[in-house]
């Protein structure tokens, strides 16, 4: 969900005001997937390279994702949304983890749409806690079967389609094993611009493609 301080700048906001309006539009793409049928939604919420970023801005996202989690409740249950966190969670304030796990447990029987929201989450550090969680289960030599099983995925189908806003063509540590015959849609619209019909236009490119998954067809 690229491009939250772009579209600041571009107004001569704030670069967190990018963000707010940001969370404006999980909401109302996480409505549209439940209309349309999507069964599963995964949203890269904060990367582990987002630590990275200054501490001011790290504490306000922080603090944003706080009250979406405390203020989305209802959202969630009137549309059927079961919510899970997935990522190194544990580097994660305490407040904020109690307040994810009673969101994830409030939301456990809601079966329209599973929402995965990416919290300090990377593909390399994914497919590195679970080949050390294997090994120190004694487990091997490991299979693609015990990987999957292994990642914080784990029970989640792998991604159909991913969605890259506001102009940027890179994957950005994102799923990289899961990802691995997943189609790609970029478009230079920034998330907070990003609204139903930018969904139905990703959605029909999608349905337009022949998915070969390495075979000759």
Same mark, same amino acid.
């Given at each position: ?40 939604? /995964?949203?890269?919420?904060? /990367? ?24 989305? $409740? ?46 300090? $989450? ?43 806003? /506001? ?13 691995? $015959? ?36």
């Amino acid at each position: 969900m690229d491009g939250n301080g772009r579209w600041a700048r571009s107004r001569g906001l704030e670069r967190v005001r990018g963000h707010v309006e940001g969370v404006e539009r999980v909401r109302d793409i996480t409505e549209a997937c439940v209309e349309l049928g999507v069964k599963y939604l /995964s949203l890269y919420t904060f /990367s582990e390279e987002n630590w990275n970023r200054p501490a001011e801005e790290v504490d306000y996202l922080m603090g944003l994702l706080m009250k979406s989690i405390e203020g989305e $409740y209802e959202t969630m249950m009137r549309n059927g949304v079961r919510f899970r966190a997935l990522g190194n969670i544990g580097r994660l304030s305490p407040v904020l983890q109690d307040a994810i796990h009673a969101l994830e447990d409030a939301t456990e029987g809601n079966t329209r749409l599973t929402m995965a929201v990416m919290m300090s $989450y990377s593909g390399k550090w994914d497919i590195l806690q679970a080949a050390n969680r294997l090994l120190a289960e004694g487990r091997g030599p490991l299979t693609m079967e015990d990987i999957d099983g292994a990642l914080v995925t784990a029970g989640i189908p792998d991604p159909e389609l991913v969605i890259r806003t /506001s102009g940027e063509k890179r994957i950005s540590n994102y799923m990289l094993w899961q990802t691995a $015959y997943s189609e790609f849609v970029f478009t230079d619209t920034l998330w907070p611009d990003f609204r139903k019909e930018n969904l139905l236009a990703a959605l029909e490119e999608y349905s337009s493609r022949d998915r070969r998954f390495g075979k000759v067809k």
